[in-house]
Nanobody
């Protein structure tokens, strides 16, 4: 079992920055990939960024060049640095981890980009 706890969401003006954190606990040794997904009202959940055990990364096209995913292995924590935020980035952001064949989700954190 893996538990995920997110933090760092909030309200920010367009062009601003936020950093999300996701702390993993439990069977963290079995995690092969961690990432961030988001879901805006009336839309499906979509991948934002993910980082693999070997440090490879994937990004959604819409966030490339603006968002950066990273991790601190000592703290079992993954970060999402979000710069140049746009109103269309407004969503609930969920941390995700895959361990063996199981998928785990955090509770979600709201990010609102508005003036």
């Amino acid at each position: 079992q893996v538990q995920l706890v997110e933090s760092g969401g909030g309200l920010v003006q367009p062009g601003g920055s936020l950093r999300l954190s996701c702390a993993a606990s439990g069977s963290t040794f079995s995690i092969s990939v961690m990432g961030w997904y988001r879901q805006a009202p009336g839309k499906e959940r979509e991948l934002v960024a993910r980082i693999f055990r070997g440090d490879g990364t994937n990004y959604a096209y819409s966030v490339k060049g603006r968002f950066t995913i990273s991790r601190d292995n000592a703290r079992n924590t993954v970060y999402l640095q979000m710069n140049s935020l746009k109103p269309e980035d407004t969503a609930v952001y969920y941390c995700h981890a895959q361990a063996d064949l199981s998928h785990y989700w955090g509770q979600g954190t709201q990010v609102t980009v508005s003036s």
